[in-house]
């Protein structure tokens, strides 16, 4: 190569072309950047108009970290290439649990706390964890997307029947007060007769607390839109080709929109209401607090983003034929530690590198990292459109329903496919890992109230399945496989992944 020679991944296009470029790379990923801060804003029990700040917010820092990613920051942060980054679907487990344990705005609080000590971790760990691979071979990264996914699939659930599964019945009030109250005359008349007689009150028992169904659950007209939803996704899928198959899930929603719009089931107060044009600033639910176990869940969490986001930057290297170094591959991962602590601050979550738009690098043959500058642009640009977080935040939950089985299911899928590479027949412990592993993952979504009798501090930690499948999944391999590298394996594994 001469010195006049500019490799592609260095290559300034034409200002059309790289809009162009760099808004397929936003629409590509768009539908997944802005599930996070629907799940976690609604988690939280914050109002319409706080859970479309979380979506403004999630949409700016996108860019900026984007931009820092692909131009560079100094020699520290950085791998300068095409890199979309976006708002990693690892962390919503622990954040989950977070906001189920403090709900509301301490509850925000706290949890931008915890992202921010996470990502200043981050970022002192990020050399370390650049030569961490070999801990994390396919059967390890696998497991861990395949529960991801797993546990993802019952917010696609609960976003099409209406809500988490416990809102399917409510307390039967009038029936209640009629029990208490006749609980009450009954103690009353027993306490009269026993003092007649120089004897004990006799104990009242009420009997099981009265429920009834909550008659817009698993309605069937939402539950219609939602498979409806489905179903043009997927017929997208199978007829469309290129640029709009990429897009199939964010057309989707559109589709579903529509539908809701014309039975009069989505209006557009909220999105009057909001201002065209604002500003993101920081910490707009107040000062953070910072819960040392949370830091340490989160710091977990980002560990295994950033074991991911090394995969993903090598298969890049050799997508683009760019070499990195270490110390490039370690400024790459210092940049997911950096946008994390710019989520944090900006009312945000943690980041890492979609892999989706690398999939989209490999599928467009276009290799210029300014693509990606574009699309960060953007992003950012999206971010300060208040109307458009409104409008988001407006979608009805039973539409994003019907995205959600897929976007959640092709994680799952992504995990299973990645297990499919693995040596099973001569590794046969290879079985174990994957099967303990998984398990640990199913314990909260099968017994979500299986740590009551532990530390309550240690509940947000513990109520992650993919935290302890992670945990699990690693621990066993260094068990049965040892510390063996499988950098090339790693590299494959990532280049099946197309979701978060």
Same mark, same amino acid.
């Given at each position: 190569?001469?010195?006049?020679?500019?490799h592609?991944?260095?290559?300034?296009?034409?200002?059309?072309r790289?809009?162009a470029?760099?808004l397929?790379?936003v629409?590509?990923?768009?539908a997944g950047?802005i599930?996070?801060p629907?799940?976690?804003?609604?988690?939280?029990k914050?109002s319409?108009?706080?859970v479309?700040?979380l979506?403004?917010?999630?949409?700016?820092?996108?860019?900026i970290?984007t931009?820092?990613?692909?131009?560079g920051f100094?020699k520290?942060?950085g791998?300068?290439l095409p890199?979309?980054?976006?708002?990693?679907?690892?962390?919503?487990?622990?954040m989950?649990a977070?906001?189920?344990?403090?709900p509301?705005?301490?509850g925000a609080?706290?949890l931008?706390?915890?992202i921010?000590g996470?990502?200043i971790?981050?970022?002192?760990?990020?050399?370390?964890?650049s030569?961490m691979?070999?801990f #994390?071979?396919p059967?390890?990264?696998?497991t861990?997307?395949?529960?991801?996914?797993i546990?993802?699939?019952r917010?696609?659930?609960?976003?099409?029947?209406?809500?988490?599964?416990?809102?399917?019945?409510?307390?039967?009030?009038?029936?209640?007060?009629?029990m208490?109250d006749?609980a009450k005359?009954?103690?009353?008349?027993?306490?009269?007769?026993a003092a007649?007689i120089g004897?004990s009150?006799?104990?009242i028992r009420?009997?099981?607390i009265?429920?009834?169904?909550n008659?817009?659950?698993?309605?069937?007209?939402n539950?219609?839109?939602?498979?409806a939803v489905l179903?043009?996704i997927l017929l997208?899928?199978?007829?469309?080709r290129?640029?709009?198959?990429n897009i199939?899930?964010?057309l989707?929603?559109v589709a579903?929109?529509?539908v809701?719009?014309?039975?009069g089931?989505?209006?557009f107060?909220? !999105?009057g209401k909001?201002?065209w044009f604002?500003?993101?600033t920081?910490f707009?639910?107040?000062?953070?607090?910072f819960d040392?176990?949370m830091?340490l869940?989160m710091?977990? !969490?980002m560990?295994?983003v950033?074991?991911?986001?090394?995969?993903m #930057?090598?298969?890049?290297?050799?997508?683009?034929?760019?070499?990195?170094?270490?110390p490039?591959l370690a400024?790459?991962?210092r940049?997911?530690?950096l946008?994390t602590?710019?989520?944090?601050?900006f009312?945000?979550?943690?980041y890492?590198?979609f892999?989706?738009n690398?999939g989209?690098v490999?599928?467009?043959?276009?290799?210029?990292r300014w693509?990606?500058?574009a699309?960060g642009?953007?992003?950012?640009?999206l971010?300060m459109?208040p109307?458009?977080?409104a409008?988001?935040?407006?979608?009805?939950t039973?539409v994003?329903?019907?995205?959600?089985l897929?976007?959640?299911?092709?994680?799952?899928?992504?995990g299973?496919?990645?297990l499919?590479t693995?040596d099973y027949k001569?590794n046969?412990?290879?079985?174990y890992?994957v099967?303990l592993?998984?398990g640990?993952g199913?314990i909260p979504?099968?017994?979500?109230r299986?740590m009551?009798?532990m530390a309550?501090g240690?509940?947000?930690?513990?109520?992650?399945?993919i935290?302890?499948?992670?945990?699990a999944?690693?621990v066993?391999?260094?068990?049965?496989?040892g510390?063996?590298g499988?950098t090339v394996?790693?590299?494959?594994?990532a280049?099946?992944?197309e979701?978060h």
């Open positions: 190569m001469t010195a006049t020679t500019v592609p991944v260095d290559e300034v296009l034409p200002a059309p790289l809009a470029l760099g397929q790379h629409l590509v990923m768009y950047a599930a996070v629907l799940i976690v804003g609604r988690a939280l914050l319409p108009e706080q479309a700040l979506i403004s917010a999630d949409l700016f820092a996108c860019g970290v931009l820092i990613q692909s131009l100094t520290w942060f791998i300068k890199v979309m980054m976006g708002v990693t679907f690892a962390a919503v487990g622990p989950v977070i906001a189920n344990a403090v509301g705005e301490a609080r706290a931008f706390g915890a921010i996470a990502g971790l981050a970022m002192i760990l990020a050399p370390l964890v030569r691979l070999r #994390f071979p059967v390890v990264t696998g861990i997307i395949a529960i991801i996914g546990s993802l699939m917010v696609g659930v609960g976003w099409a029947t209406g809500g988490p599964a416990f809102l399917a019945q409510s307390v039967d009030v009038p029936k209640l007060v009629a208490v006749t005359a009954t103690a009353a008349a027993g306490a009269a007769s007649a004897a009150a006799p104990a009420l009997g099981p009265p429920m009834v169904d008659p817009n659950y698993g309605s069937l007209d539950l219609a839109i939602a498979a179903v043009f997208l899928v199978k007829y469309a290129g640029f709009v198959a199939s899930v964010l989707g929603i579903g929109c529509a809701a719009i014309a039975m089931k989505m209006n107060d909220k !999105v909001a201002h604002d500003v993101v920081p707009a639910f107040g000062w953070p607090t040392v176990v830091i869940t710091t977990l !969490v560990i295994v950033m074991i991911e986001s090394t995969g #930057f090598l298969a890049l290297s050799d997508i683009t034929g760019k070499k990195i170094s270490q490039e400024a790459g991962l940049t997911d530690g946008g602590l710019i989520g944090g601050i009312n945000t979550f943690p890492t590198s892999s989706q690398v989209l490999g599928v467009t043959g276009v290799k210029s693509v990606c500058v699309g642009v953007i992003m950012i640009i971010g459109l109307k458009m977080a409008f988001v935040e407006s979608i009805p039973f994003l329903g019907g995205a959600g897929v976007m959640f299911g092709m994680v799952a899928a992504t299973i496919r990645i499919s693995v001569g046969r412990n290879n079985l890992i099967a592993s998984i640990f199913l979504l099968v017994a979500p299986w009551q009798q309550h240690l509940h947000p930690l513990l109520e992650s399945g935290l302890l499948t992670a945990v999944a690693v066993l391999n260094i068990f049965f496989n510390t063996r499988d394996g790693a590299i494959e594994a280049k099946t992944a979701a």
